[in-house]
């Protein structure tokens, strides 16, 4: 009879019976090992946490008090026999792919990662293992990435041209990641950057763990408006279409998300400039990454779920959907799932979210045994 496999899906979260721990789980547990620090992976409620060194201004900041373990990337913790070893994953600062072992099988999971160096995250690594656990936010082929620096380069030419046209600078992204992201690479000759408290709260998180960013400007109701005029304003979703934001009137938005690849985003979210610019992997770096870890069978977890699968078990890799807490596959091009991370953003304050619709996994996970890399 086959043994219990290591990791399994339950309606907590992915859970590793061996070692009595989980890993992102979305309900309260006691032992919790976390990817990085989005909302949707480091909730709040667990007794105990363990997480990159680099997560932990920033779930302090998110969650309050916790009891935390922080290790390096590579740094190997022994549960009940099992060890965990976390690896970059690239999505943001802090994140982490987790590695699972027991008696020579090896699980990995990759919470959410991308491919391409930002420059400020620890590049993702891939890690060969018999079972991987994988997002696919973007696993459709319209989305492709250009190289960030070409991005970037629209945005300060944009950033330019507002400043010459009299016109303020919002720039809307994430507050743990894309915001960072965005800073490090404006160019600063051109102005100041300013920033929305719930982006400054993460930014000062992160230089409490140490990380060195570029200078920020709080903006306060003392912030002279014609000052924050002549420079950027980094703005979170949430202030989208607010009264915070109207006050920058006239103003040019920009909005930096991967959903801008597709026709309508930049309209839904009633940008005047979209920047496809994303902290997770696209069409060919899903590929890359899940060939890269030559793995014996994939899981996906969240984003275009049923198609990515069929797709990748086409191309002849044994594919599987899992349903988590994201598991509804809504996710068409016409109709993008909201992230996570904007998720977050929109409910800052609300660092319990109760009632998720969670479907456990089907079953499919049997025969974990007599694997070899
Ligand atoms: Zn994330
Ligand atoms: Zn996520």
């Known amino acids: 009879m086959a043994r219990k496999p290591l990791l399994e899906f339950t309606e907590k979260g992915i859970y590793c019976d061996q070692g009595k721990f989980y890993i992102d789980p979305w309900k309260p547990v006691d032992d919790a090992v976390i990817t990085h620090a989005h909302a949707d992976h480091a909730y709040w409620g667990h007794k105990h946490y363990l997480a990159h060194h680099l997560s932990r201004e920033v779930l302090y900041y998110r969650l309050g008090e916790i009891q935390l373990q922080t290790v390096e990337y590579g740094e190997r913790v022994m549960k009940n026999g099992v060890s965990v070893t976390l690896y970059p994953a690239g999505h943001v600062i802090g994140s982490a792919q987790i590695r699972v072992e027991y008696k020579g099988e090896i699980w990995v999971v990759s919470g959410d990662y991308k491919t391409e160096d930002d420059g400020i995250s620890t590049p993702f690594e891939p890690v060969r293992c018999h079972h991987f656990i994988s997002e696919c936010t973007f696993g459709m082929p319209v989305y ?48 100041k950057v300013y920033t929305h408290g719930v982006i400054e709260n993460t930014n000062e998180a992160l230089r409490r763990n140490g990380v060195i960013l570029n200078p920020t400007h709080r903006i306060t109701i003392d912030t002279p408006k014609d000052e924050v005029r002549k420079g950027i304003i980094l703005a979170p979703p949430s202030s989208v279409g607010t009264p915070w934001m109207r006050k920058f009137q006239p103003y040019s938005f920009g909005y930096c998300s991967g959903w801008m690849a597709i026709r309508g985003a930049k309209r839904r979210r009633a940008a005047d400039r979209g920047f496809i610019l994303s902290d997770h992997a696209d069409w060919d770096g899903l590929i890359s990454a899940i060939d890269a870890t030559g793995c014996e069978k994939v899981y996906l977890t969240h984003g275009y779920t049923a198609s990515f699968t069929r797709y990748l078990n086409e ?19 016409s109709q993008p799932p909201p992230d996570g991370e904007e998720f977050y953003d929109a409910f800052a304050s609300n660092k319990n979210i109760e009632n998720q619709k969670v479907s456990p996994a089907g079953g499919d996970l049997e025969g974990a045994g007599g694997l070899f890399l």
């Open 315 to 333: 191309i002849g890799f044994d594919a599987h959907e899992v349903h988590t807490l994201y598991g509804d596959d809504e996710g068409a091009p």
């Open 144 to 191: 492709q990435w250009k190289p960030q620096a070409q991005i970037f380069e629209d945005v300060n030419n944009w950033w330019r041209s507002n400043v010459n046209n009299g016109l303020a600078t919002v720039i809307v992204g994430y507050s743990l990641g894309k915001a960072q992201r965005i800073l490090q690479n404006l160019d600063l000759s051109i102005g």
